[in-house]
């Protein structure tokens, strides 16, 4: 595992062209953007290039864990064949350093072949630390395709808001804009009991993928009043639904549902050709909790999409300790610092 030298400058060139021609689905968080954002905290990360591949760059981070040491974590790669797996496990036990363990997160559609794998080369079942289940709508379709491709429910709710008078579309990511967003993201938290990330994370991350061109943010409007929000970050051809937040003193008014297919035409018009709504529960498993965010985010796409598992290499005794106490610590760090430690 070579480390390369990281040059936080430049975003345009070296790093993220690399990422984006070698990934098969390029997260933001191989992205020098979420270098940047991670590397101002208690992460520390380092621009490699892994055994998979004569060129295969990889943002590693590294953390120390209390207790334990230092874990090792590749979030969100992609571009992986089971043919890479042996290759990639001997390149990172050679090079791991003082961590006692390696955890991956392959985003890449679950292949029960490169899960076999994963097991073969002595890599361990462990807790995800991103979701593993998501509604993906193909926006390179085109417009036509994608609101044909949508649930009855969908379509109606959006005829529905439009008219109710509600309307959506980009806005500047400025002070008064990042102060409503908040307003909206602490209300639905408040609403819904969902975690959230602090207001200082979230306007660095804004931020950041806004001035790397990046990030965009997202508004609905009735009646003048801001009632939805939405920031959508993008990388390569690809988008993510990051954060959101919406009032419900008027739920009939379908504000969230018009202001998802206003980013989605947007998105189709820019070029942007996949779009990911992020976390659903498992559809096999209806007593999940997220049941409503399910049913909203489903009737958008048809296919709930499976994320491969995670893994984890133990270098060390004590990472079997950590694989069975991993969620318990994380819950521990959340109600002792009021935040996610990943």
């Known amino acids: 595992m070579q480390t390369v030298q990281s040059a936080h400058t430049d975003v345009t060139i070296g790093w993220d062209d690399r990422i984006l021609s070698t990934h098969t689905l390029p997260h933001f968080m191989q992205s020098s953007t979420w270098e940047r954002i991670r590397s101002d905290g208690p992460w520390q990360v380092k621009r490699c290039v892994l055994g998979a ?25 992609s571009g992986l064949a089971p043919a890479d797996i042996p290759a990639l496990t001997e390149c990172i036990r050679a090079e791991r350093g003082n961590a006692f363990a ?9 292949d029960d072949a490169l899960v076999a794998a994963f097991e073969s080369s002595v890599w361990l079942p462990t807790r995800a630390s991103q979701y593993r289940h998501a509604v993906v709508v193909e926006t390179g379709s085109g417009e036509d395709e994608v609101l044909a491709a949508m649930k009855k429910r969908a379509r109606a709710e959006i005829r529905v808001a439009e008219r109710n008078g509600v309307t959506a579309g980009r806005v500047e990511l400025t002070e008064e804009n990042r102060r409503r967003m908040l307003h909206l ?62 009032l419900r003193d008027r739920p009939q008014l379908m ?12 998105l189709a018009a ?3 050709e996949r779009y990911d709504l992020g976390h659903v529960p498992p559809p096999a498993e209806p007593d999940a909790p997220g049941q409503g965010v399910l049913t909203f985010k489903s009737a958008f796409a048809r296919d709930v999409l499976e994320y491969m598992p995670a893994f984890l290499l133990p270098h060390e005794e004590r ?4 694989r069975r106490g991993e969620s318990e610590f994380i819950a521990a760090h959340r109600a002792r610092m009021g935040d996610y430690w990943y």
């Open 53 to 77: 591949d004569p060129d295969f760059p990889v943002l590693v981070f590294e953390r120390n864990a209390e207790g334990f040491g230092t874990l090792q974590h590749l979030p969100r790669v």
């Open 102 to 110: 390696t955890k991956i997160e392959v985003h890449q559609p679950r």
């Open 185 to 246: 993201v602490r209300k639905t938290e408040e609403r819904t009991g969902a975690f959230f990330r602090g207001a200082c994370y979230l306007e660095r991350v804004w931020t950041a993928f806004s001035e790397h061109e990046r990030g965009q943010l997202y508004f609905a409007w009735h009646d003048g009043r801001v009632v939805a929000g939405a920031f959508v970050a993008r990388y390569g051809r690809n988008a993510w639904y990051k954060d959101g937040g919406s």
């Open 255 to 266: 504000a969230s549902r018009l202001l998802q297919w206003e980013i989605i035409r947007d």
């Open 270 to 272: 820019s070029g942007i």
């Open 319 to 322: 990472a079997e300790a950590w």
